[in-house]
């Protein structure tokens, strides 16, 4: 289990450490998922859960509706 840290320097030390570990650490990566593909999983998820996130009226009604 980490320690517990006491002081907010050692937070500002630990977070910078973990900063430059990352940056040499990090790959770049292509990103493929679109923002249609996006509204499209929040549609299907939407149709599964009624407290779920609806298409913005703007696109549905640019889309006449579709998500596909």
């Known amino acids: ?3 517990r840290l006491r002081r907010p320097r050692e937070v500002a030390a630990r977070l910078l450490a973990f900063q430059d570990h990352y940056s040499n ?4 990566f292509d990103w493929t ?3 249609d593909d996006l509204n499209q ?3 299907r998820l ?3 859960d009624l407290h779920a996130p ?5 696109y549905a009604q640019r889309t006449n509706g579709r998500t596909q």
Request: net charge positive; aromatic share 4%; charged share 25%.
């Open 1 to 3: 289990m980490p320690r």
């Open 46 to 48: 939407g149709c599964r």
């Open 25 to 28: 650490a990090a790959r770049p």
């Open 54 to 58: 609806r298409l913005l009226a703007a």
């Open 41 to 43: 999983l929040l549609h």
């Open 33 to 35: 998922f679109t923002r």
